[in-house]
């Protein structure tokens, strides 16, 4: 098989669509680069594995041949690229809200292109898809839904691990909810969610989609506003793993007496029905209907098929059929446990998210066979060529080779015979760890690749002060006994002192170092106080039972030694109600998390296979000790080492066919894998020592600094507080409108700022009279402008605003092509109306209006107590005595900073903060269009008035060609319509275009101000 050599994988952006691709052939992946999006294909596993001699090999080569493009995938996705581009046309004023706040260029934690497509999917299959002309997309969904899943509308989201599946989840519940709660009435959606786990591990780490968390990802990535977080606590969110679907035994009468009662009966009265087991889960969910459910990992959830319908080439033996056996009967638990709420509750949707939806053998399905209702796909290899991920590198050559693969790739079938066959329950190995010397060696090698990345962290103080905590190996072996044997070679053991009798449990014992030094839990000859490599076994830590006695006993000094460090670092609590399971689970949840238990943790011993979604983002190596009979576990294990370190994105050039291309990119990081026999791109990167990324800072409000809080009013436009005189307009050039057929789109939503929405067709349209046309106009321009202060609608002004909109049409607006006067109903054209109409009245009562804002719906204040994000750019510590928040975020290398020393320096500057992620927007018009400014600074000012002056303070870069708009809007409009409001307190604007000239520039502006309290700017 040909080698290759690809030095840097990452060719996209992961902000933007994958623009470029490597290409397969008939031997495999090659260096050669494709323009264009990769079509969504997966390989088709080889039925049955070959034999070579008396050693099983898997034929793991994924080549052109096996490719299989998934043709329905691909023609959604280009839909959905085609809606994209046209501007999102079709959706609720809320989803257009979200979209637009998701893709925004300026976003301090950008989303990646493959989350956004993901919610884009979703959004056009729900909204757009039957209005767009594509009600097949629907159909075609309730057809496979009906052969694999009848009664569930089950939509797929296929995303590589570590490409975010848990902010998509966040995204839709957000999505989902926000639209609701905007419109109760709209069936497509619902506030009210079932989040369904495959282990307990996931369950708890999935508490980030409660908005009520303290780390939900709402806030922390950025999905929503502050605001809209609010919102977002009245929405009902439930989070179980699949194992409360399980129906419990109730009664307490014996084993006999109920075997007796139940006798020949075809429902047992001991055991939970379907629907108590129901009300019993759901109980969180209140009276609830029409839920919406998340399945995350979601290749567990299917309904095998019954063998007389099985797809599947010759049947499962041994261990494989047990193996299968388990997963079917968990997939039932799960898929039945649905059928079960939606019988009970109602199921609107269900969204699938996993990164390998696919069925093994088994299930009755021919292995390797994608759930037909996916809709989206971003594959591990699309992650891979857009940096989301590590790049898993895999060994492709050594000196002992036989055959095509090198000993540590295949390392399964070299060292089977030499394990310890026995699994859990049964009696344990005795004695000094002896390993095979192939599995021995690929420790010590991996190990000495490992001790680059440990050195690398060590020397890095600066990241270490941040929390950067300390890279992490991970062991999957296949039972308890080799991952015991392991676990003691590498940590180290117990051994009975000289002369004592070794089958005497209270004999003394020496403590043995492991063979690995940095892995040691053994130093000095005594048991660490904080182990560096911990022994789970992820079936146990994921199921609700109790944790077997073996294994407790085999973990008993890790336990041990866990709890005492749990009650160092609380000393208030007690362990008495911490079960083990809790404990170690934990444990391994926080693993590469600082000021955690398992911030310390170095090496991950696991049975059976870690926990998927289990989100250690400092795992760097991998060595695998069981068999991998399919890419798909191979991909499910390498999976835990693919989360990234580093997301600080820097210019990239990529060159290739004869041109160079620039893009934002995450430079390539990552993971060495042994013992798995993976093949996406196996010979990518050379071996040269890692280099570790910055560390984020976080930035929040300091609760013990809650006095120097600083609120705003959030605007969303400016209006005309017009005189009790009647309404009246003057036309004129501004006035005019001009309507044409062809550049108005065929299909369209009509939505005004309240009430219902509809879509109209161009036909649809020429159904309305021009009453009702002038009527729709005025009513916009009602809504919009003619408001008091508290947002109530002054109506009395509605029939004089017709009598003007009526005029309007006559004199000003212009038809031409096949235009006609309906094509004002269309909602972008009837706002644009009703601001001529608007601003035609303005003008007319020149001296006779008041300028006021117009302020946000919902949650009209914002405040920096509601800042807490990670950044990669500069940062400044904060004075305790000034800001609120701990850091300041810098823009650029020195201004910012120069300023805010300037700011902290002055006695008469009583509070400041920096406008970044703070949501203090000043919205302003250019060119006809509508934007957001972000200004610099607020700071809160003693100029011995009554109350503190806000002054908002704009450091001045070079001039661009809308930077004059946004600094009139902020002082000519901003400022005077928020002062004469008057419920914010006083404000002004200053711009300071040297930073050396601050403290000068501000007591200048104080001292020119006028006393009165509406003085609007500097």
Not at 402 to 412: A, D, F, S
């Amino acid at each position: 098989m040909r080698q290759i050599t690809i030095e840097n994988p990452v060719i996209n952006s992961p902000f933007e669509e994958p623009a470029r691709y490597f290409k397969f052939d008939e031997e495999g992946i090659t260096n050669e680069i494709v323009d264009g999006r990769r079509p969504s294909a997966y390989f088709v596993p080889i039925p049955a594995s070959r034999k070579r001699g008396k050693q099983h090999v898997i034929d793991t080569e994924w080549t052109q041949e096996r490719l299989k493009e998934s043709d329905w995938i691909n023609k959604v996705r280009g839909r959905v690229s085609q809606w994209r581009a046209n501007g999102y046309k079709g959706v609720t004023n809320t989803t257009a809200r979200l979209l637009a706040y998701w893709s925004r260029l300026e976003r301090e934690k950008r989303l990646f292109f493959a989350q956004i497509e993901a919610l884009e999917t979703a959004i056009y299959v729900t909204e757009v898809a039957a209005k767009q002309g594509d009600a097949w997309i629907e159909n075609d969904l309730r057809t496979f839904n009906e052969q694999a899943n009848p009664g569930l509308n089950r939509i797929g989201l296929k995303m590589a691990t570590g490409s975010g599946k848990t902010v998509v989840m966040a995204m839709i519940i957000a999505w989902q909810s926000l639209n609701k709660l905007a419109n109760p009435q709209d069936a497509r959606f619902s506030d009210a969610f079932l989040i369904v786990t495959p282990g307990i591990t996931i369950r708890d780490r999935l508490r980030v989609l409660l908005p009520n968390d303290p780390e939900n990802y709402y806030q922390a990535r950025d999905i929503v506003t502050n605001e809209d977080l609010q919102l977002l606590n009245r929405a009902k969110i439930l989070i179980t793993n699949y194992h409360a679907f399980l129906r419990r035994e109730k009664g307490d009468a014996g084993k006999l007496t109920k075997a007796i009662l139940t006798h020949g009966l075809d429902e047992n009265p001991f055991v939970e029905s379907h629907a108590e087991m129901v009300r019993r889960v759901c109980r969180e969910l209140g009276n609830k209907r029409k839920i919406v459910v998340l399945n995350d990992e979601a290749h567990h959830c299917y309904r095998d098929k019954p063998p007389e319908e099985s797809e599947e080439e010759g049947k499962l033996k041994g261990d494989e059929r047990r193996e299968a056996e388990k997963r079917n009967q968990q997939a039932r638990v799960w898929i039945s446990g649905l059928d079960a709420v939606n019988d009970k509750l109602g199921i609107r949707a269900v969204f699938d998210l996993s990164a390998t939806p696919f069925y093994l053998r088994g299930s009755g399905y021919a292995e390797g066979t994608m759930f037909n209702w996916i809709v989206s796909d971003f594959s591990l290899i699309d992650a891979i060529e857009c940096g989301i991920v590590k790049v898993p590198r895999v060994p492709v050559s050594d000196d002992s080779m036989t055959g095509e693969h090198p000993t540590y790739r295949e390392l399964w079938s070299r060292i089977r015979e030499d394990l310890p066959r026995k699994g859990r329950r049964t009696e344990a190995t005795t004695g000094d760890p002896v390993l095979p010397a192939e599995l021995e060696g690929a420790l010590r090698s991996l190990y000495s690749n490992y001790e680059k990345y440990f050195t690398a962290w060590e020397e890095d103080t600066e990241a270490q002060a941040k929390g950067a905590t300390p890279p992490v190996l991970i062991v999957v072996c296949n039972n308890t006994n080799v991952s015991k044997l392991v676990f003691d070679w590498i940590s180290g053991f117990d051994k009975p002192a000289p002369g004592s009798d070794p089958d005497d449990a209270e004999a003394p014992k020496i403590a043995v170092p492991g063979n690995l030094p940095i892995f040691s839990n053994v130093s000095g000859g005594q048991w660490l106080h904080r182990p560096n490599t911990i022994l789970v076994d992820s079936e146990q830590l994921d199921s609700p039972d109790a944790m077997s006695s073996d294994f407790k006993k085999i973990a008993a000094h890790e336990i041990d030694e866990f709890k005492a460090e749990y009650r160092r670092r609380f000393p208030g609590r007690s362990t008495d109600d911490l079960s083990d399971s809790d404990l170690l689970r934990e444990v391994m949840n926080t693993v590469g998390k600082s000021g955690k238990l398992g911030e310390h943790i170095k090496c991950v011993v696991s049975v059976s296979m870690l926990t998927e979604g289990w989100d250690a983002n400092t795992v760097t190596h991998v060595l695998g000790i069981r068999a991998f009979g399919t890419q798909l576990l191979c991909e499910q294990v390498v999976g835990r080492a693919l989360r990234r370190r580093s997301y600080a994105a820097q210019s990239s050039t990529v060159s290739y066919n004869g041109k160079t291309v620039e893009i934002e990119a995450f430079p390539a990081e990552y993971a060495e894998v042994y013992g798995v026999p993976f093949s996406f791109i196996p010979t990518a990167g050379s071996a040269t020592n890692p280099t570790p990324g910055p560390t984020p800072t976080s930035v929040r409000a300091m609760p013990e600094r809650d006095h120097l809080e600083i609120t705003f009013p959030r605007v969303e436009g400016y209006r005309h507080e017009l005189s009790d005189a009647p309404l009246t307009a003057n036309f004129t050039k501004d006035s005019q409108l001009v309507l044409s057929s062809e550049e108005v789109a065929t299909v369209t939503e009509n939505a005004p700022i309240v009430g219902e929405t509809a879509v109209h067709t161009l036909d649809d349209l020429k159904q309305y009279r021009e009453q009702q046309v002038a009527f729709e106009i005025a009513k916009r321009a009602l809504q919009k402008y003619f408001t008091d202060d508290e947002g109530a609608i002054k109506s009395w002004y509605f029939p004089q605003l017709v009598e003007i909109t009526r005029r309007w049409m006559t004199e000003c607006v212009t038809l031409k092509d096949n235009a006609f006067i309906q094509l004002l109903m269309l909602a972008e054209t009837a706002h644009n109306a009703a601001d001529k109409i608007y601003r035609s009245i303005v003008r007319d009562q020149e001296g006779q209006h008041v300028l006021k804002p117009i302020l946000a719906s919902y949650n009209t204040v914002g405040s920096t107590k509601h800042v807490h994000f990670d950044t990669n750019r500069n940062v400044m510590v904060t004075r305790e005595d000034k800001c609120h928040l701990n850091f300041m975020v810098a823009d650029t290398e020195s201004w910012e900073q120069r300023t805010a020393l300037a700011l902290e320096a002055m006695p008469e500057v009583k509070a400041y903060v920096k406008n970044h992620n703070l949501s203090f927007l000043i919205p302003y018009t250019i060119d006809g269009d509508q934007r957001d400014y972000i200004p610099d600074f607020i700071v809160k000012i003693d100029d011995g008035q009554e109350d503190l002056l806000n002054v908002i303070v704009e450091v001045s870069g070079p001039d661009k060609k809308d930077k004059a708009a946004k600094v009139a809007t902020a002082d000519t409009l901003w400022v005077p319509a928020i002062n004469n409001h008057g419920a914010f307190g006083r404000w002004a604007f200053i711009e300071i275009k040297d930073p050396s000239s601050t403290t000068t520039e501000i007591r200048a502006m104080l001292a020119n101000r006028p006393v009165s309290q509406g003085s609007a700017s500097s």
